[in-house]
C-alpha cells in the first residue's frame, strides 16, 4: 500500500486521467476527496467504488473560483482531517486556430488551467505549510513543452502550469513541500475521445510507441509522484508520452 493513511484531493476527478487516479489511489490506501465540477459524474463514481467506501467522497468545485477551492480544502480537512497531496489534474481544451480564437476562449481556458491551480494550491498551502509537509502534483501537457497546432490557449495554459510548479518548489522546498508536474502525452479520454478520428490517427502517428495513452498510464505517474518513492523528486516535469516527436 503505497498511500496507506495518506489524504489526496483530486480535482477534475470525475473523468478521464483524474477518475484513474481516484481508483489508482484508493488501490493504495489513500483516503480521496473527489473534486470536481460535474456534480452527477462524481456522485455516480462515489456510488460505484463500493470497494472504498468511508475512504472517498465528492465535492462539487468550479477550481476556477476562489471560494469554491477554499471550500473543497474546508471540506478535505472536515472529511478527513488532513491533506497530504493535492493534484491539481482539472483541465479543459477550447481548441481553434489561432486567426479564429476568441478571447473567450482564451480566458476560459487560462481560467480554470492556470487560475484554477493557482486557487487551489494557495487555498490548501496554509494547511501544508502548518503540517511541515505536502505533495502537491499539477498537470502540464506535452502541448505546453512542444506547442501544438490549434492549441494556442491551452498550450499557453499549460506552460504556465510549469512556470509555477518550478516557481513553487524554489519557493516551499525549505517548508517541507514537494511541487512536481505531470506532462501527459495524448490520452484515451473524453477530452480527446472527442476528437475527429483523423486528428486521432495523426496524434497517434507522432508517438514512438505507437498508442494513444491510457488514463492509468498516467495515474501511475501520478501515484509514483504522491508516493513516499519519490520523496528527492522535485521541481520536476515527468513527461509521460510513448516518446513524442512533435
Ligand atoms: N487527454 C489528453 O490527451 C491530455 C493530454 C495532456 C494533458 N491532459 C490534461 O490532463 C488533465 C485531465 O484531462 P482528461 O483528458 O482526463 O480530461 P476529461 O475531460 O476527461 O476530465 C476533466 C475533468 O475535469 C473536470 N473539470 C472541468 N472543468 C473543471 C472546473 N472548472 N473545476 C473542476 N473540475 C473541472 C471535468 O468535469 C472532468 O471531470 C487535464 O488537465 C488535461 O489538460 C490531458
Redesign the pocket.
Known sequence: MRLKDKTAII?????????AAVERFLEEGARVVI????QD?GEQLVSELTDHQGRVAFCQ????NEAQAKAAVAFTLETFGRIDILVN?????RDAMFTKMTEDQFDQVMD??VK?VFHMTHAALPHLIEQGSGKIIN?????GVYGNVGQTN?AAS?AAVIGMTKSWAKELGRKGIQVNAV??????????EKMPEKIIGQMTSVVSLQR??K?RD?ANAYLFLASDEADYVHGHVLHVDGGIMM
Not at 480535482?11 to 477518475?19: F, H, L, Y
Not at 468545485?61 to 476556477?64: A, F, I, K, L
Not at 489534474?89 to 481544451?93: E, L, P, Q, S, V
Open positions: 480535482t477534475g476527478g470525475a473523468s478521464g486521467i483524474g477518475r473534486a470536481d465540477y460535474n459524474q468545485t468550479d477550481v476556477s489534474n482539472a483541465g479543459i481544451t480554470i488551467n484554477g498537470t502540464s501537457s506535452v502541448s491551452y499549460k506532462a501527459p502525452g495524448f490520452t484515451a479520454t473524453p477530452m480527446v494513444l495513452a488514463p498516467i
